[in-house]
């Protein structure tokens, strides 16, 4: 009897200690997997966000969504000098010559209202305008930046085309006419 306890005491430790290493496999393997998907989700949420911040360098911000829409009456376009009155880029779209004309407006660092199409000689077949980085408009296209001083200052080239414009009183004036003559543009 004593080999027979002896054997069954020897399989019984064989038994706990394939117990012991199944269990350590599997919790091995269960944090691996666990692991394994994490760093899938979180592999897709890098390739995600990449992607929507290469798409919205390149396209401007999302397209043509981001233009406001403005129409003229008797001839020119009217924009509130308090709308544009902030330092920042305003985007808009006028349909002339048959086609979405765009443009941007901004005071510049030195107080003066300019105004621009979002196009310029060189870049313009690509059709991916300008983006505002602090002082300075850059081109969506080539990566050239100019400073906002600049903008209706300098013509040709990558800078971005100017837009004739007047201030009158509490707004911004800009002939319909010289709008739509930007639509080789675009």
């Known amino acids: 009897m004593g080999k027979k306890r002896k054997k069954q005491k020897v399989n019984q430790d064989e038994l706990q200690v394939h117990k012991k290493e199944g269990k350590r496999e599997a919790v091995i393997s269960g944090s691996k997997s666990k692991g394994s998907s994490k760093s899938t989700i979180v592999g897709i949420g ?4 990449v992607a929507a ?12 969504s981001a233009f406001a829409p403005v129409s003229a009456e008797a001839g020119v376009v009217k924009i509130p000098v308090s709308e544009v009155n ?7 779209t ?16 030195d107080g003066v209202i300019r105004a621009a199409f979002d196009a310029c000689d060189v870049c313009y077949r690509e059709k991916k305008g300008y983006r505002q980085v602090g002082d300075l408009m850059v081109c969506n296209n080539c990566g050239q930046q100019f400073p906002s001083v600049k903008i209706n200052e300098i013509r040709g080239g990558c800078n971005p085309a100017p837009l004739v414009r007047q201030v009158d009183g509490d707004y911004l004036v800009l002939n319909a006419s010289d709008i739509a003559g930007g639509a080789f543009y675009f």
């Open 94 to 109: 006028f349909k002339g010559g048959g086609k979405d004309v765009n443009f941007f407006v901004l005071r510049s660092s």
């Open 53 to 64: 911040l290469v798409g919205f360098i390149l396209f401007g911000g999302g397209g043509s």
């Open 86 to 92: 902030d330092g920042m880029a305003h985007f808009y």
């Open 46 to 49: 890098i390739a995600v966000a």
